[in-house]
């Protein structure tokens, strides 16, 4: 498997990865995986009773300098991965371990070795809803192209100003990209639907991330996402922010949310009248908590546990 002049991502590095060239996401010629197993972390739809397959993949398309899982995300720790071996993991993740679902967690960078992996277990009717787990940064033709690879779209809304994005992930352009993402994922998926309860096969969800001092900015992205695409969207208000990496010497990102930020975002989606998804309760957990990717471990292993959902 070879990837040759990579535009997969908004920054159209074209890097020649087979010949060794690297991009800014610094991904190689070939599959790093940091961690994969049974999660209980994520939305209750995407959890399931059993967990979802989650794959971390290593390397990221964004530089968040508040970045919780910097060990692969900056660094790329973890270990390369042969495209049989990862057919070999998807497998696992649905027979050994009967997730309800495989989540690609930041696959972009890799997804023509996803599909090739996947391949030989779908002929074999190995099948399970791929669940696309993003930062919102992507290109729709690359969603277009790999539309095989989505059945459930688990997105970032992160920024509504361009300087942010620019400061606190060193992506210019994010806005743009995002909203364009999600505007096509949500009129090429719809509505979350879910063949029983806990266990999503098609729709999108749209976190909003709550940042500190950037309040307004995830106001105004939920008034965008009401206004171009609908407030029947699945959102995910989140409360749980706390400085990691090099936002802890970076004001404001080097402190939490307050309460008055936080309740200024929940009354906004009130407001703009989402009545589906989930409004994480402020002070419902302590955010050091989610600083899970701080001391993950990398290798293969269940990453939380049944009560350890994103409400």
Not at 71 to 78: K, L, M, N
Not at 251 to 259: A, L, M, N, Q
């Amino acid at each position: 498997m070879t990837q040759f002049d990579c535009q997969l991502c908004p920054r159209r590095c074209a890097a020649d990865r087979s010949s060794g060239q690297l991009g800014f996401c610094r991904a190689g010629d070939g599959v790093r995986l940091f961690r994969w197993g049974p999660h209980f972390g994520e939305e209750p739809p995407i959890c399931g009773e059993a967990g979802s397959g989650a794959i971390f993949f290593s390397r990221c398309t964004l530089k968040c300098i508040y970045c919780q899982n910097s060990p692969w995300s900056w660094r790329g720790e973890g270990r390369d991965i042969s495209v049989p071996g990862l057919a070999d993991i998807l497998r696992d993740l649905a027979i050994k371990h009967r997730c309800c679902n495989w989540n690609l967690v930041s696959p972009t960078p890799y997804l023509p070795y996803i599909r090739a992996a996947a391949a030989p277990l779908l002929a074999e009717g190995v099948r399970l809803p791929f669940v696309w787990n993003s930062s919102g940064y992507e290109r729709v033709e690359t969603l277009v192209e790999y539309r095989d690879l989505c059945d459930v779209a688990l997105v970032d809304l992160r920024y509504a100003d361009e300087a942010t994005a620019r400061t606190a992930s060193s992506a210019s352009g994010y806005v743009a990209a995002a909203r364009a993402a999600v505007k096509h994922l949500w009129n090429t998926l719809g509505p979350l639907d879910s063949e029983e309860p806990g266990r999503a096969t098609r729709g999108v969800i749209v976190r909003i991330l709550v940042l500190p001092g950037h309040a307004d900015e995830a106001i105004e992205s939920l008034a965008w996402l009401a206004a171009e695409c609908s407030n029947e969207v699945h959102v995910s208000v989140m409360s749980q922010y706390a400085p990691a990496f090099t936002a802890c010497r970076t004001p404001p990102f080097d402190r939490v949310v307050t309460e008055e930020e936080y309740a200024s975002v929940t009354e906004a989606a009130a407001d703009f009248g989402f009545e589906h998804g989930w409004i994480q309760g402020f002070g419902s957990r302590d955010p050091s908590s989610d600083l899970v990717g701080e001391n993950m471990s990398a290798g293969e292993g269940t990453v939380g546990d049944a009560d350890d959902v994103n409400v």
